[in-house]
């Protein structure tokens, strides 16, 4: 019954691959987010997407790009992974944007080799 | 950029006693939130205190904004060793993006 579950929970790859993460909410929500948490435990945002709009935080490299098969799910695509990527993401989801508080998943831990 | 600053980095206390995080931001605020993580853990959702209100509570814990500084202070009372965790606040702005501070680390000692 998990609420926002995230996979691979772990992944390690090797530099220049592409991966994805893959992310699904069971609450109904409309909004979904990805975030990205650095080794010093600080967390920022990476998108905001609903079903009318994608925010893009401008500092994220155009390597990392959101896909939303449905309302449900939000995945996460990288290309040519770079050392620096090495980092938990946490995707998470809410009803409306600013107004309640999110749900976050598990994470996954990527490291680049 | 990270919008809060959170005071302290790190905190150690015995069970029993009460744990005082402070939050500071920049920017005008829709809301402010604090969500706990614990080792290894995802977020999770503690408490959100609205632009116009000043204090609130939730079982032990007790939120305050004041607005004018630009700060809000979680409190934890009688804590347990459970409460071991980070503590994130985060914050929304006009763009309704939610954005974290740095986090203060608790350990509460048995």
């Known amino acids: 019954d998990t609420a926002v579950s995230q996979t691979p929970k772990y992944l390690v790859t090797q530099m220049g691959n592409d991966k994805s993460i893959k992310c699904e909410q069971n609450?109904?929500?409309?909004?979904m987010y990805w975030y990205k948490q650095d080794s010093k435990k600080f967390l920022k945002i990476m998108f905001s997407y609903n079903n009318k709009e994608l925010i893009i935080n401008e500092t994220v490299p155009n390597r990392f790009s959101p896909k939303s098969p449905d309302k449900a799910h939000l995945n996460l695509h990288i290309n040519s992974l770079e050392l620096g990527d090495s980092a938990v993401y946490f995707c998470a989801s809410s009803q409306g944007t600013g107004f309640y508080g999110y749900t976050f998943g598990s994470g996954t831990r990527l490291t680049v080799v | 950029s990270q919008q809060g600053e959170e005071d302290p980095q790190a905190l150690s206390i015995q069970e029993g006693e009460n744990a005082t995080m402070n939050c500071s931001y920049k920017?005008?605020?829709?809301?402010l939130q604090w969500y706990r993580q614990n080792s290894g853990r995802g977020l999770v959702h503690l408490i959100l205190i609205r632009s116009n209100e000043r204090e609130k509570h939730s079982g032990r814990l007790r939120v305050t904004l004041d607005t004018s500084k630009k700060s809000s202070s979680l409190l934890i009372t009688a804590s347990r060793a459970a409460d071991t965790a980070s503590y994130f606040c985060a914050t929304t702005d006009a763009g309704n993006m939610l954005t974290f501070g740095g986090g203060t680390r608790l350990m509460v000692k048995p």
């Open positions: 920017t005008s605020i829709n809301n």
């Open positions: 609450l109904g929500h409309d909004t």
